[in-house]
């Protein structure tokens, strides 16, 4: 494989991570969303706890995945290219890589309704899953959201 095709690929990794963080993100919504149903808020109070518990101890590595590989990959594209500048990409580069950074700057506000899903004794946890859910879609839709469009035009502009 040639230099050449090496640096193409390098190229395409932050899209192809933040792509899956996004979707990840959305499957996230779309599975915890069911246990607001009214039909199912006694069975999802007594079920989300334990299962917060394993959700986020299977989740919380992918996501650290995700957002390692974009922030690895956008930095050594903008340490290595040396072209970055002329082309006028690297600041796309940076604010990728600033955003999904920044997916963690959502975790002090993310604890707290977390924590209180999985202790919850008084069986409110549907209600805390809302607090979960509102900042989720806020998170989803600012930092990682963002980097997926910045590392998109980060990319389409340095290919073409």
């Not at 899209?15 to 039909?39: C, G, I, P």
């Amino acid at each position: 494989m040639s230099s050449h095709e090496v640096s193409i690929l390098l190229r395409l990794v932050p899209v192809m991570s933040t792509t899956s963080s996004l979707w990840y993100a959305w499957d996230q919504y779309e599975q915890m969303t069911l246990f607001r149903k009214a039909e199912l808020k006694t069975l999802s109070n007594q079920l989300l706890p334990r299962y917060f518990t394993s959700f986020f101890a299977r989740g919380a590595p992918r996501v650290l995945g995700l957002l390692a590989a974009t922030t690895v990959s956008c930095g050594v594209i903008i340490r290595s290219s040396h072209d970055l500048p002329a082309n006028g990409v690297q600041p796309w580069y940076i604010a990728g890589l600033s955003l999904a950074i920044a997916h963690l700057a959502w975790v002090p506000f993310i604890i707290s309704p977390v924590q209180a899903i999985e202790k919850d004794v008084k069986g409110e946890s549907v209600a805390h899953l809302e607090d979960w859910l509102r900042l989720h879609v806020w998170r989803s839709l600012t930092v990682d959201l963002g980097a997926w469009m910045c590392c998109i035009v980060a990319t389409v502009v340095s290919l073409s």
